[in-house]
């Protein structure tokens, strides 16, 4: 597994305490993975994120005739295994999201929910990890600005979205490439979920300075160029 090459693993009782969907993806380092939009003028978008050595980590094929508003999207390793599926739960007035382990939804128990905070106005996202009872997560800022940070109970920062730089003309790119940075011990393809979750409810949102705003509040833009373009 080529990816595992840019980070050492974690020790295995950090392994436990931090993975929430599967241990392969907590790192013992900060870990900065490349997101790519991807669509192939179908209705839906895929995605795909690789590590600073360019090596693919994550997928997305969500686009194709057939895709459209599911409220259901896959993530997959880079073989093409299923690693999380995230399903939209209806009716909701909070746009509750929720993430199950593998392929699909049915009869299966969610591992964690993704709400608003609030159905009145801008607000930020909370997230409950029902594996781990009192585990919750804020996610403030604009995701459809690629600015949002997620915060830990104790409001430190676990994962930031940032927009992606160019390393060699020092260029800001457009926002279908952006850089997910990973702090250490947290669970990267849970992160990953995240994402899916916060481009299905804002990623369609045109104008940055509306919904795109989770809380009304901008994060300090600051571009990250760790990585190099895959």
């Known amino acids: 597994m080529p990816w595992l090459s840019t980070a050492k693993r974690m020790p295995d009782a950090v392994m436990k305490s931090g993975a929430i969907v599967e241990e392969r993806y907590v790192y013992d380092e900060e870990a900065h993975l490349t997101v790519r939009k991807t669509s192939l003028f179908f209705a839906g978008d895929g995605f795909t994120a690789y590590d600073c050595k360019g090596e693919l980590v994550f997928r997305v094929d969500s686009y194709g005739p057939d895709a459209g508003d599911t409220g259901e999207v896959v993530l997959m390793d880079a073989s093409g295994r299923c690693i999380l599926t995230v399903r939209r739960k ?3 007035l909070h746009q509750r999201w929720e993430g199950f382990v593998g392929d699909g939804a049915d009869g299966k128990k969610p591992l964690f929910s993704v709400r608003r905070s609030s159905i ?11 594996s781990k009872p009192g585990e919750e997560y804020q996610i403030e800022g604009s995701f459809g600005c690629r600015n949002c940070n997620i915060f830990n109970n104790e409001k430190a920062i676990v994962a930031e ?23 250490p011990g947290f669970d990267g393809a849970f992160a990953m979920g995240l994402v899916l979750i916060l481009d299905q409810i804002y990623g369609s949102d045109e104008d940055d300075d509306a919904d795109g705003s989770l809380n009304g ?14």
């Open 90 to 92: 209806r009716p909701s």
């Open 217 to 230: 509040n901008k994060v300090g833009v600051e571009p990250t160029s760790e990585n190099p373009s895959p």
């Open 161 to 183: 979205v940032r927009r992606k730089v160019d390393a060699t003309t020092n260029v800001v790119l457009g926002k279908d490439v952006f850089v997910l940075s990973l702090k």
């Open 120 to 130: 009145i106005g801008r607000s930020s996202m909370t997230v409950e990890v029902y």
